[in-house]
Each structure stands twice: as structure tokens, then as C-alpha cells.
């Protein structure tokens, strides 16, 4: 199955529970608002890296999205990996395996993100185990 629509998003800076040095380390807090065939609402933690070299990093997220998919009432979290290498991105997003909730238990998949003339878009190819 297939889901799709926007999103806003806010990240919010956050201080590091460590000492980076001169490391270009970042943590954030991440909240968001789906829309489209995903109404729900989510929350969640990023941490990132920058380089000297222009284009080049990495981030890591986990947040917990919470509505209804298509209907189907519950939550689940995601787990994000991305790394640009040059200008060149590699971005993974992932249903992190059993973490569905109510309605969505058994939830899998994997979501996409589109950035168009500044607004988010997800795509969202999912699969629910029967029960």
C-alpha cells in the first residue's frame, strides 16, 4: 500500500550532552504534522554532522508518529540514516519492526521524503501484517 501527502516541520536546537570539540555535531528535536493519507502528528530526536568539505555530513533520527493511516488509528516510529556525500544524498527511513500500536500493529515499510519549491512531501510504502 501507498501513502502520500505533505508535512510541516520544525526542528529546534538543542544543547549536546557532551563537549563536541570543534566537531560540527547537532542534536534537534523534531515535530511534525502530516497530512494527506497520513493524518497524525509526531515527535522525535535528530543528531548530525557536518564537514569541512561543502555538501558532506550525516544525520540520524527516531521519532514516533502518531494518527491514522488511511484510516487506521494507532502509532509507530521510524528510524531515519542519512548521509550526503558531496552534494550526493542517501537518505533511509524505516519502520522500526513492531513498534505499530493499536490499528497499525505489524505495520512495516518505508517512507520517502520529496522537498519541492520548499514545501515536504513523504511517500510512504507500507505493508500490515494480518491479524
Known sequence: MNAHGPFEVKLSPQPLGFDAGDAALARMTLDKQFHGDLEATSAGEMLSAGTDTPGSGCYVAVERITGSLHGRRGSFVVHHTGVMSRGAAQLAIAVVPDSGT?????????????IVDGKHFYDFDYALAAT
Do not use: C, S
Not at 493499536?102 to 520529496?114: Q, S
Open 102 to 114: 493499536d490499528e497499525l500493529v505489524g505495520l512495516t515499510g518505508t517512507l520517502a521524503i520529496r
